[in-house]
């Protein structure tokens, strides 16, 4: 089966300039997470969807930081505008179901670098 | 809140040496807990699980056992080949409503012929 599909594979910006990230699940997958993963850390959960429904974005930066995901299926995240610390890789992950035992599938993620 | 604390590297080993990669979380009730594996180049993936004390997850070779009284869940295997070389993540997802997984910082280990 196909993985999780995240576009670009790199981007280099400039602070306060715009950025968008895609993403597209496995086939079937009603839960999608965005984690933001900073050189030498663990990736931290930004957003998570169930179907097109925000479940949880405490810890997105709301004031500068959206997700969308349109129809239950892709999702958009975007920053603006972007800082020096938003350096990071960006990961998109699904899930069959949003229960805790359910397995994540990973996409290879964006990387980020602000200048 | 919940937190997951690994042994920080990287970890250095021969090939066919015996692997020990320390996991212990803090979390409120009973939560599953995880190794996630990242190979170069590539996204993470899951490893191995446990839900429950006492249970041992196991793949590839690898090993980790849900320990509550000690809240650990150290990964290990006997003998280790270079194509382990990877990142390896300690998680835990909360238990009770929707799943939301807290990873630790990752161990890099490197495995030399």
């Known amino acids: 089966e196909a993985g999780v599909a995240q576009s670009p594979r790199y981007k280099i910006i400039e602070k306060r300039q715009s950025v968008a990230f895609w993403c597209n699940p496995i086939?079937?997958?009603?839960?999608l997470y965005w984690y933001q993963q900073i050189l030498g850390q663990g990736p931290k959960l930004l957003i998570q969807f169930q179907n097109n429904g925000v479940v949880d974005d405490s810890q997105l930066p709301k004031d500068r930081f959206s997700a969308e995901r349109l129809k239950g299926v892709d999702s958009t995240l975007k920053i603006q505008p972007a800082k020096l610390e938003d350096s990071a890789v960006y990961l998109c992950?699904?899930?069959?179901?949003?229960?805790?035992?359910?397995?994540?599938?990973f996409g290879s993620g964006t990387q980020l670098s602000v200048l | 809140g919940n937190s997951v604390t690994q042994m920080e590297g990287p970890v250095t080993l021969s090939e066919e040496a015996f692997l020990t990669i320390n996991c212990t979380y803090t979390a409120t009730g009973y939560p599953s807990l995880f190794w996630y594996v990242q190979y170069p180049g590539e996204g993470l993936q899951l490893l191995l699980k446990a839900t429950k004390a006492d249970d041992k997850g196991s793949n590839k070779g690898f090993e980790a056992t849900y320990r509550k009284e000690t809240t650990s869940f150290h990964l290990e295997k006997g003998s280790v080949q270079v194509s382990d070389s990877a990142v390896y993540f300690c998680?835990?997802?909360?238990?009770?409503?929707?799943?939301?997984?807290?990873f630790g910082t990752g161990t890099k280990l490197q495995v030399i012929p």
């Open positions: 086939s079937g997958h009603a839960t």
């Open positions: 998680a835990l997802s909360k238990s009770g409503g929707y799943q939301k997984v807290t």
């Open positions: 992950a699904s899930s069959l179901d949003p229960y805790p035992n359910e397995k994540l599938f």
